[in-house]
């Protein structure tokens, strides 16, 4: 597997994360680096494996439905970068 | 004895019997990080006045008679864990102002407990590193030095760097921290502390910035195996509000430190004597079981046939996970927002993700992104988590036949800062002994056993069965009662 | 039973069938979010309804409302589908402001509910089952207002993490008409279960289509996804340009590209949202922050042993004990609340009187003060007790309507008998005064008794209006007809 600047700009892209074009070789390398040594795995045969998912053993609880959170504007507004009266701003968005 | 220098039984106990007050012991700690600190940087934000504050208060409880279990003792919290009206950074950029409305659940243990908080502690950025040099907050001198070496500063391991060295230089009886790959027991090993990684759903996770979900878990820090079961007591305990937190009774950990030896089966695993491990490294292994069959326990051969998959299979999972989990940090609704004039929405996530992050968290998500993207899940992902259940399996198996398992917590002693910085991978390879334990949800304690060839702190690793920190917590007191670690680091309060 | 004529686009190369399959987000009736301890009522002021967990703040973990879960499975009784007693979780990663964690937690590979079944009553009376293709619990996201600001778009998360069920349909459907009924039908469903408002308008229910088309008798052709389409009736309009659109793509010698667009009501025309696709790679893997969902079968039991009796089962009960057709059969349990009102007239009286009664006077007379069943300006116990007069012969049906319009107008919902006598609309039922209003008619009216007698039967209904008239509508038709045909013969 090898990974080439345009897919290096496309992953980038779909994680959001700017990444500045004379970075993109050098970054490509080290992502390559790190995938080449990842595929080791493929030496062990996982055939009629089922994947493990966090403590999977156990079934999940669940919550009754009560209120009993949220009424709270101020404190999740508190930390925003940028608001307007009770929202959150954000550059418009054109759809 | 100086007051930096009490274990966490002996501070509890003088506190009681009013040999010194909580704001005389607060105060010495504040002190040591005013000396010390802007050397170390091991924390990122110290509240002295919140510490007072605390101390006052757990002086009247103490002085009303209705001390609680951790009343006064003064405490490094890991910036990983959200505390209420306290800039919480995760060592990021990105979350550099910060400040969050809510408590997380384990350190509102510790404060209801009557813990105080001296200050939040330097880490690897959203806990990605072995080293603590991704922290935007700049790295962490180890307080250890090398034999006759004292210009080469060296690492105090990582994440929870921050934590180990703050802990290692007595600039507070214990800490908070959190493991995903090795990040408290590879640290305690490089300070010369110890460090419990419990099972996973032993802590609640609620609150602490999350970095693997799958692999976090959170758990304390201190200078003796002790000091760590009392810390764990209060730090866990189920939690309603984390699906995961495991509904079981917290046992009396620090009980168990003193349980006998005797008839426990102690499994060595074969496939942990990798390539290039020093000889140090092997002879201080060596050492450990014969102290355990010294003491009563029984040395066995196990077999571990995947841990060699351990750590490629870490850097699929953890990655993947950590792509998602730091999806949420945009610059909409709190941390860093860049911008400029006549951005798009999509312009402004990415200046303010590319700048915001560093380069191993950048490195990370693009690697997570990568391999859950169309096409490649199958192959990386999902295969990756099979060979987790194998790996979880191996225990299960090696489990039926012993009770515990020694291992080397790390293949090396602390190295200086700025080694292992080119190339990512052996960076990741720190973590080849301690990632088992994260993919394998289980309980993972490294002890200080003794000093390398150039007077470096090494450790050693027991694992246990899940929920099973009793045995993991026996076994670490019985190394420590063994080794006699009574070394001290060159750089600590009163040094 | 005939079949209807099926529907198809004509083109220049002949005719096209038309494949629909639709994507059903019914916002769940809970109390709380999905994931989190918010309120869920809809018009709160913005942002107050939002937990850390809605926003995503750091460290914040997402615990499953089990009234969610318990809806979710409710509806998959109510669909003949299979229960999954284990499923997962997902996280969809996408980003967009409104979606505060940078992923929906959703369930891809192994939703709650399975395959299951849905019945249309189209209008000619006849029904055709559709296959339901699975139904999945996942977030809602929050909203974005994009012309409130100049510059800015401005984020209300009071919606984010509000459980939605997805539910996906067979590609089964054939017509515009079709996916109407199949709309209609499941938001009867939802409403009988309690599971979903069904309100469209606020967005509590809110529909994909796929729409291909092809030559009758063909495999499918690549399909269209028209996104967030609110009506039914805009469903059925985008279905009708978005197959024209088709037809004209493949005709031109094209190929229709699959994609997702939008329907433009104002415009009548789908328009494509390319730009969006694209950059479209959602990474699902399972939500590590959650369990898999795990279910005890005795509480699928005991969720199934409360179910209410759904419009199907009503329909069928009706046609079986009220011998009502299927198509009045079918209108009456359409809504809860009519069919309890019906079935309060029905009790005890003629159940096809009552129907007829329901679904004309009444529905005409809601309509016209445009009053809903639940606020009718008429009681079932008085509508009831009106039916009541006409049965005991008290009043005629002629006079049943006058006394009916009366308790509209009055609007207090009087009792029927009270006008009567009020008005003095009793029914005659005394044969002398009958006999003497038809011997005044025929005496005024000698010729068209000459005519009648000499063969022209159809003056008899002449002779029945003119008494009627001159008993002010009061005669009791049977004995009028009786008296009438006695003498004129």
């Given at each position: 597997m090898s990974l080439d600047a345009a897919t290096v700009r496309r992953i980038a892209s779909l994680a959001r994360l700017r990444v500045p074009e004379d970075q993109l070789p050098r970054l490509g390398q080290e992502l390559n680096a790190i995938l080449g040594w990842i595929e080791q795995l493929n030496e062990v045969n996982t055939g009629g494996v089922e994947p493990l998912t966090g403590s999977a053993a156990l079934a999940m609880r669940m919550r009754e439905d009560v209120v009993n959170d949220g009424a709270q504007p101020e404190a999740v507004l508190s930390n925003a970068p940028e608001r307007i009266d009770a929202f959150y701003a954000v550059p418009k968005v054109v759809e | 004895m100086?007051?930096?220098?009490?274990?966490?039984?002996?501070?509890?106990?003088?506190?009681?019997?009013?040999?010194?007050?909580?704001?005389?012991?607060?105060?010495?700690?504040?002190?040591?990080?005013?000396?010390?600190?802007?050397?170390?940087?091991a924390f990122i934000l110290p509240t002295p006045e919140r510490a007072l504050a605390d101390a006052r208060a757990a002086d009247d409880r103490i002085a009303r008679g209705a001390a609680r279990p951790l009343e006064g003792i003064p405490l490094g919290i890991k910036d990983l864990f959200c505390t209420r009206g306290v800039r919480s950074t995760a060592g990021s950029r990105i979350l550099g102002n910060f400040v969050p409305p809510y408590e997380s659940t384990v350190t509102a243990n510790l404060f209801r407990d009557g813990a105080v908080m001296l200050g939040k502690t330097n880490l690897d950025e959203?806990?990605?590193?072995?080293?603590?040099?991704?922290?935007?907050?700049?790295?962490?001198?180890?307080?250890?030095?090398?034999?006759?070496?004292?210009?080469?500063?060296?690492?105090?391991?990582?994440?929870?760097?921050?934590?180990?060295?703050?802990?290692?230089?007595?600039l507070c009886l214990g800490a908070t921290a959190t493991d995903t790959g090795g990040s408290i027991r590879q640290p305690a090993a490089f300070c010369g502390i110890a460090g419990i990684k419990p099972t996973y759903g032993r802590c609640s996770r609620w609150g602490i910035v999350a970095f693997a979900s799958s692999l976090d878990q959170a758990g304390p820090m201190a200078r003796s195996v002790r000091d760590n079961a009392i810390?764990?007591?209060?730090?866990?305990?189920?939690?309603?509000?984390?699906?995961?937190?495991?509904?079981?009774?917290?046992?009396?950990?620090?009980?168990?430190?003193?349980?006998?030896?005797?008839?426990?089966?102690?499994?060595?695993?074969?496939?942990?004597?990798?390539?290039?491990?020093?000889?140090?490294i092997e002879a201080l292994w060596q050492q450990g079981m014969a102290w355990l069959r010294e003491q009563g326990a029984e040395i066995r051969e196990i077999s571990l046939p995947h841990t060699k998959y351990a750590l490629p299979t870490y850097y699929i999972v953890a990655p993947a996970e950590a792509s998602s989990n730091l999806a949420r940090y945009d610059g909409v609704r709190y941390g860093l927002r860049v911008i400029e004039p006549g951005d798009s929405l999509d312009e402004m996530y990415e200046r303010t993700r590319g700048e915001g992050f560093g380069a191993e968290v950048r490195r990370r998500i693009l690697i997570g992104t990568y391999v859950l993207s169309a096409g490649y899940y199958d192959a990386y992902y999902l295969k990756a988590q099979k060979v987790r259940a194998l790996i979880a399996r191996d225990f299960e198996r090696a489990f039926a036949d012993v009770d515990a398992i020694l291992t080397p917590t790390a293949p090396s002693a602390a190295f200086g800062m700025g080694e292992?910085?080119?190339?990512?991978?052996?960076?990741?390879?720190?973590?080849?002994?301690?990632?088992?334990?994260?993919?394998?949800?289980?309980?993972?304690?490294?002890v200080p056993a003794g000093l390398s060839a150039e007077g470096l702190p090494l450790g050693l690793q027991v694992v246990g069965r899940a929920f099973d920190e009793e045995t993991v917590f026996a076994v670490g007191a019985a190394i420590e009662r063994a080794a006699g670690f009574t070394a001290r680091p060159v750089l600590r309060a009163g040094g | 039973m005939s079949e209807a004529k099926p529907y198809r686009v004509s083109g220049d190369t002949g005719e096209w069938e038309v494949v629909i399959g639709l994507e059903v987000h019914a916002q769940v009736i809970s109390n709380a979010k999905l994931f989190s301890g918010a309120a869920t009522a809809f018009g709160a002021e913005p942002n107050t309804q939002v937990s850390f967990v809605d926003a995503a703040f750091p460290g914040m973990l997402p615990v499953i409302n089990r009234e969610c879960v318990a809806q979710?499975?409710?509806?998959?009784?109510?669909?003949?589908?299979?229960?999954?007693?284990?499923?997962v979780f997902d996280r969809?990663?996408?980003?967009?402001?409104?979606?505060?964690?940078?992923?929906?937690?959703?369930?891809?590979?192994?939703?709650?509910?399975?395959?299951?079944?849905?019945?249309?009553?189209?209008?000619?009376?006849?029904?055709?089952?559709?296959?339901?293709?699975?139904?999945?619990?996942?977030?809602?996201?929050?909203k974005s207002l994009h012309d409130q600001h100049p510059a800015k778009s401005l984020i209300d998360l009071n919606r984010a993490g509000v459980a939605l069920m997805e539910i996906v349909s067979e590609p089964d459907m054939r017509s515009p008409e079709e996916a109407g009924a199949y709309l209609r039908k499941l938001r009867t469903i939802l409403r009988y279960l309690g599971?979903?408002?069904?309100?469209?308008?606020?967005?509590?229910?809110?529909?994909?289509?796929?729409?291909?088309?092809?030559?009758?008798?063909?495999?499918?052709?690549?399909?269209?996804?028209?996104?967030?389409?609110?009506?039914?009736?805009?469903?059925?309009?985008?279905?009708?340009?978005?197959?024209?659109?088709?037809?004209?793509?493949?005709e031109e010698g094209g190929a229709v590209e699959q994609e997702t667009r939008l329907y433009d009501a104002n415009k009548g025309q789908t328009r494509s949202m390319r730009s969006k696709e694209h950059?479209?790679?959602?990474?699902?893997?399972?939500?590590?922050?959650?369990?898999?969902?795990?279910?005890?079968?005795?509480?699928?039991?005991?969720?199934?042993?409360g179910l209410p009796e759904l419009p199907d089962a009503r329909k069928a009960r009706y046609m079986r004990d009220f011998g009502l057709s299927a198509y009045d059969a079918g209108v009456l349990v359409l809504e809860q609340e009519t069919a309890a009102y019906y079935e309060a007239v029905a009790k005890g009286r003629d159940a096809k009187l009552a129907a007829n009664w329901v679904m004309g006077d009444l529905f005409a007379a809601l309509n016209k003060t445009g009053r809903s069943i639940e606020n009718s300006p008429v009681s079932a116990g008085n509508l009831g007790r009106l039916l009541d007069l006409m049965a005991d012969n008290t009043i005629s049906g002629r006079i049943a309507k006058q006394v009916f319009e009366t308790m509209i107008e009055a609007g207090t919902d009087p009792d029927p008998a009270a006008i009567v006598e009020a008005e003095g609309l009793r029914q005659v039922t005394d044969t002398g005064a009958i006999e003497a209003a038809v011997d005044a008619v025929m005496a005024k009216n000698a010729d068209k008794v000459a005519e009648y007698r000499s063969g022209k039967d159809k003056l008899f209904g002449f002779f029945v209006g003119q008494v009627m008239k001159a008993m002010a509508g009061k005669g009791n038709p049977a004995l009028v007809n009786d008296v009438l045909k006695k003498k004129l013969s």
């Open positions: - | 100086s007051l930096t220098e009490l274990s966490i039984a002996e501070a509890r106990a003088g506190l009681d019997r009013k040999s010194f007050s909580a704001v005389e012991l607060a105060q010495a700690h504040l002190d040591a990080i005013a000396a010390l600190n802007p050397r170390l940087n959203f806990a990605m590193g072995s080293s603590n040099m991704t922290s935007a907050y700049g790295g962490v001198e180890n307080p250890w030095q090398r034999k006759g070496d004292a210009a080469t500063r060296l690492v105090p391991g990582g994440s929870s760097g921050g934590s180990a060295a703050a802990v290692a230089a007595r810390l764990l007591g209060s730090m866990a305990g189920f939690d309603p509000k984390d699906s995961t937190s495991a509904e079981r009774p917290v046992p009396d950990f620090a009980a168990a430190c003193d349980q006998p030896m005797k008839g426990l089966r102690i499994g060595v695993p074969k496939e942990y004597r990798v390539p290039g491990m020093s000889a140090e292992k910085m080119d190339d990512p991978v052996t960076m990741y390879l720190n973590d080849v002994f301690t990632v088992t334990a994260n993919l394998a949800g289980l309980p993972g304690l490294s | 979710a499975v409710r509806t998959g009784l109510g669909l003949n589908a299979e229960i999954n007693l284990v499923s969809k990663n996408y980003f967009y402001a409104d979606l505060p964690a940078g992923y929906q937690i959703s369930q891809y590979s192994r939703p709650v509910v399975g395959k299951g079944t849905i019945l249309l009553d189209m209008p000619d009376g006849t029904t055709r089952e559709v296959g339901i293709t699975r139904l999945h619990l996942e977030q809602d996201a929050g599971t979903c408002d069904g309100n469209m308008e606020e967005g509590s229910m809110r529909c994909d289509v796929n729409v291909s088309v092809r030559k009758p008798g063909e495999g499918f052709r690549t399909r269209c996804e028209v996104k967030n389409v609110n009506s039914v009736r805009f469903v059925m309009q985008a279905i009708e340009v978005e197959a024209l659109r088709q037809v004209r793509v493949w950059a479209h790679d959602y990474r699902y893997f399972p939500d590590p922050d959650l369990l898999p969902l795990v279910l005890d079968p005795a509480w699928v039991e005991e969720l199934k042993r």
